[in-house]
């Protein structure tokens, strides 16, 4: 189940060129959308598919700002509207490409696959991206394959760091006893806490002394689908034994992470990590990419194990525990909306 | 979030004793059931449509069966009937997850008390001490042996020598629950189960011999235990708008908020996920849960909506 009303990520503006050959197809909430940019170099997004029979559009060509579907040379403008069909003099009403809302901002590109008169850009959620001045960022892409359902339940809880990223971000058993507060937002959760007194991450550890101590403040702010924003400040260790750390800063890090749902089985995640310009250093943000991606493959590894046997044991119990307030809330935040969106539907008619 | 109901078939149907039928009980698709520990009872649907609670009996390292024992009480509201009359063997029956009220908690010795029926849960315990090498004693008293359900497992069971049996129909063989307990000591904990006069009784024997609260650990098998009807209603009122709701004996505050159109997100309805937590502005909070730490219980700051309830006849929270 999808939620309609929202944006998705399609991914950084980047993977989008202007070029002849630039026909970006996504996998989208169990829908196939087509992008590509005009002769101005706006983003278009259509349902790749031709009205007439079910041609992807993405194997057509581009002319100008229209695309020609290269099965029987129906030419589409960026409305959506057929504007020819080489034979055929008077041209269908319903030869009509579905288009949809696209913005682009924090260098992603935002899809909205609902009822266009809800796009709302405002509700596009916060993220800093890697043209923001005053941060040195990098970005990157995985697939997995996971219902995001399972990617909102590994994001909303941090203590599988400990476990799943021991090689990489982990190195403490401390996150597993972290015990977050997390505050409900209209369209997410909200979360703010302090990791102790704990050493470099097991990717770091070289960099300082053997006992030297860190806190690690960190500030989620999650929205659905599955956005996670990440501000993942790293401190001397400070003696605050509760709120915010009293450590000297070392290196403020950011990261904006877009998950994307293509269907129920896999998913798309867009994200990115560096530092801010004045707590960079050479090198710092290369080894926080490298790191990242080793990560993200971490958690590829248990999130694809799981829905192995998600799909084996479709009746298998599921027990709660403590860490599981942040992944309930989340997902009870989206359940709320599908079944607002739910009952808010009229039965499907004609499409467009 | 309502209680994900397991589809169960009953394996074996026997006779357990006078009034007592036994039921082993295995997951209707072939999985697993999920963990139990030693103390934790299941809902059990009925045929004529009651739901009813049930101690799990059986070994909690077995997770290919449950296993209860059911009194027929004649006085009862029949469920006890329908669950003797029809329920046979190899019919399938609807359970819920584990709840447990009643756990074991890690003591150098644990006393076991078990009155009739209460032998259930006390018999997984004593399977859990067992197994886990810890040194107990069971004392199981009923009106006579034939009403004495699991009598002949208990004779042959590898923790034999830690069982002893006191029945009414043989003075000789009475409960000298006095003597039983009177030593308290801060390391030995007691556990007690069975009808709600037996467990009052060692309650009170316990009490007047100075043993502490947090050692006398007891389940009552009169009242339903996961529903409410045996809790006291009790009013909320919402910070800031002194909005008061009345939270009925028969509701969790979940519920009476959800009635006034109020949705708190809410997951295990247990207490144990913590989804539901909710800051306290004034009132004690009668904590049942299992997410807080005893530190935080004691700071009644916040408290579970799902299961928790109010010592104080008001509590305020904050949404």
Known sequence: ?352 | MTTAWIDVRVRERRIAAQDIVSLVLEAANGHPLPHFDAGAHIDLELPNGLIRQYSLCGSPSRSDRYELGILREPDGRGGSRSAHEQIHQGDIVRISSPRNLFRLVPARHAILLAGGIGITPILAMAERLHADGASFELHYCARSEGRAAFLDYLGVSPFAKCVHRHFDDRPDTALDTKGLLNHPDPQTHLYVCGPGGFIDHVINTADAAGWQESNVHFERFSAPRSDHSADDAFEVQIAGSGKVLTVRGDQTVIAALSAQGIEIPVSCEQGICGTCLMRVVDGIPDHRDMYLSDEEHAANDCFTPCCSRALTPRLIIQL
């Not at chain 1, 609902?114 to 959620?125: E, H, Q, R, S």
């Open chain 1, 1 to 352: 189940m999808f939620l309609k009303n929202a944006w998705y990520c399609a991914g950084w503006d980047s993977d989008l060129g202007i070029g002849r050959d630039d026909l970006l197809v996504r996998r989208i909430a169990g829908r196939s959308i087509l992008l590509y940019r005009k002769s101005n170099g706006e983003a278009v997004a259509m349902e790749d598919i031709c009205p007439h029979r079910s041609a992807p559009l993405s194997l057509g060509r581009k002319e100008g700002d229209s695309i020609r579907c290269m099965y029987h040379g129906m030419r589409f403008a960026s409305d959506g509207r057929c504007t020819e069909i080489p034979g055929m003099q008077n041209i269908p009403e319903n030869a009509r490409v579905t288009v949809l809302p696209v913005v682009e901002k924090n260098n992603w590109v935002w899809v909205w696959i609902g009822d266009p008169a809800k796009a709302d850009p405002d509700l596009i959620c916060f993220a800093i991206g890697p043209d923001e001045p005053g941060w040195k960022l990098k970005t990157n892409h995985i697939a997995i394959d996971t219902n995001y359902r399972q990617e909102i339940a590994n994001l909303a809880d941090l203590s599988h760091v400990s476990w799943v990223h021991g090689m990489t971000f982990g190195g403490t058993d401390d996150w597993g006893y972290i015990k977050p507060k997390h505050n409900m937002t209209p369209r997410g959760v909200e979360t703010r806490y302090c990791v102790r007194n704990i050493p470099a991450p097991n990717f770091a550890k070289h960099l300082f002394p053997a006992d030297a101590r860190f806190d690690i403040q960190v500030h989620v702010r999650m929205s659905v689908p599955c956005n996670f924003i990440l501000s993942f400040a790293v401190h001397e260790a400070g003696d605050a034994t509760s709120g915010p750390t009293n450590g000297r800063l070392l290196l403020d890090t950011f990261s904006s992470q877009a998950v994307t749902p293509r269907d129920e089985g896999s998913v798309d995640y867009y994200f990115s990590w560096g530092t801010s310009e004045a707590s960079y250093m050479p090198g710092i943000v290369d080894l926080m990419h490298a790191a990242n991606a080793e990560a993200f493959h971490e958690d590829k590894r248990i999130l694809e194990g799981q829905r192995r046997r998600m799909l084996e044991y479709p009746d298998a119990p599921q027990i709660d525990i403590i860490h599981d307030a942040g992944p309930h809330r989340m997902l009870w935040i989206l359940d709320k909306l599908l079944e607002e969106e739910a009952a808010a539907t009229v039965p499907e008619g004609l499409p467009g």
